[in-house]
Antibody, heavy 127, light 106 residues
């Protein structure tokens, strides 16, 4: 069975650094993009970007570019989300998700979607 | 525009049919996917590529799309369908989520 298992909840102070992880199993981890999605308290889902574990190709949402860093170690089937200087506004649940695609042969082209999700990692940033 | 607009909340009586819509320019050229999220849980994919249901999703869930609007319909809503629903689409490089719709089953 495909599974994405994320690291546990974290409590950090503003200005601190943090790396959270997402370990995949049950599929060829290196060959599927992993997305990171933020959910602030009581709010909706925000796409942060994606990483391709095989070559670490990354795409960041403009909203998160420069504030977070994605990385991956395909030898241990793990993707990472990292901050070097946390802010209180980073307090949220962070989900990783596997991106896959469907090709519509009737002319719709490629459709990308997230078929498996990690359980989420709660990050609390507070002084 | 990269925005996807959903109604904030809808309600349905038990067994009633209810539709949730998602509107945005990106939907004119890209299919939507839909995610169900219950309190304290991770999102679950319920529909992709307009009208494809993942394995394990009941067939009371269906999807459609026309122009700039995608819709998720639940035919015969059940108590366990009460949740937040998010649509998602993309442009050439980025992905977007709608603001979410809270479904209440009365």
């Amino acid at each position: 069975d495909v599974q994405l298992v994320q690291s546990g909840a974290e409590v950090k102070k503003p200005g601190g650094s943090l790396r959270i992880s997402c370990q995949g199993s049950g599929y060829s981890f290196a060959n599927y993009y992993i997305a990171w999605v933020r959910q602030m308290p009581g709010k909706g889902l925000e796409w942060m970007g994606i990483i391709y574990p095989d070559d670490s190709d990354t795409k960041y949402s403009p909203s998160f570019q420069g504030h977070v860093t994605f990385s991956a170690d395909k030898s241990i089937n793990t993707a990472y989300l990292q901050w070097s200087s946390l802010k209180a506004s980073d307090t949220a649940i962070y989900f990783c998700a596997r991106r896959t695609y469907y090709y519509d042969t009737t002319g719709g082209g490629y459709s990308y979607y997230f078929d498996y999700w990690g359980q989420g990692t709660l990050v609390t940033v507070s002084s | 525009s990269s925005e996807l607009t959903q109604e904030p909340a809808v309600s349905a009586a038990l067994g009633q049919t209810v539709s949730i819509t998602c509107q945005g320019d990106s939907l004119r050229s890209n299919f939507a996917s839909w995610y169900q999220q219950k309190p304290g849980q991770a999102p679950v994919l319920v529909m992709y590529a307009k009208d494809n249901r993942p394995s394990g999703i009941p067939d009371r869930f269906s999807g459609a799309s026309s122009g700039d609007t995608a819709s998720l319909t639940i035919t015969g809503a059940q108590a366990e369908d009460e949740a937040d629903y998010f649509c998602s689409s993309r442009d050439n490089t980025h992905v977007f989520f709608g603001g979410g719709t809270r479904l209440t089953v009365l």
